[in-house]
């Protein structure tokens, strides 16, 4: 019949769920990264704003250690996620 052939696309369109994943992955990494550079920043300007404040300098370096710490952590879950896919040829990214 006439006009019966019709598909319904792909959602995933020529991609595949790797693709998708390391997509996923690019987008959060760029997500943690914001957040580090503004915790960074806010750290960085109460401790330089703290004065006199013992306090208030203290916290703003907790906050600048916390920052560094946590960009630590993700960049090496990053590499811990990213060899596990080449082990198993994931190609992720």
Known sequence: MPGTDFKFPCP??????NQIIGNLIKWVLGVVGGLFLVMFVYGGFQYIISGANSKSAEM???????A????????GAYILVDALAKLFKLGLA
């Open 12 to 17: 995933l369109g020529e991609r595949g769920v």
């Open 60 to 66: 703003g370096q907790k906050t600048l250690v916390n």
């Open 68 to 75: 560094v710490i946590g960009i630590t952590i993700v960049i």
